[in-house]
Nanobody, 122 residues
């Protein structure tokens, strides 16, 4: 059974950058869709980016052009480079995995990391 663990969160001023990483252990990584979600206080969990088995990312409109995600199947890691951060990017960021095609619906993901806090100050 796959387990996921995020790292790299922290605090940064608006306009700054952070790089998140998600490390997988257990099951093979390559057959799964992998994704980053985030959840701000009082808000629902939302998709940030999902990456299909073929490596194709699908970004949320709010982060397109600022965030870059990629998967590295041999090392079983998922990466998220976040640039030009805004206060509204403040949230707990989670990585997640599911079989078959990717989805923006967090309820379809069976495997989750514990989350890492990202705080962007103005």
């Amino acid at each position: 059974r796959m387990q996921l663990e995020e790292s790299g969160g922290g605090s940064v001023q608006a306009g700054g950058s952070l790089n998140l990483m998600c490390s997988a252990s257990g099951d093979a990584f390559s057959p799964y869709c992998v994704a980053w979600f985030r959840q701000a206080p009082g808000k629902e969990r939302e998709a940030v980016v999902s990456i299909e088995v073929n490596g194709r990312p699908n970004y949320a409109y709010a982060v397109k052009g600022r965030f870059t995600a990629y998967r590295d199947d041999p090392t079983k890691t998922l990466h998220l480079q976040m640039n030009a951060l805004k206060p509204e990017d403040t949230a707990v960021y989670y990585c997640a995995a599911k079989g078959l095609r990717c989805s923006e619906d967090s309820g379809e993901y069976r495997t989750w990391g514990q989350g890492t806090q990202v705080t962007v100050s103005s």
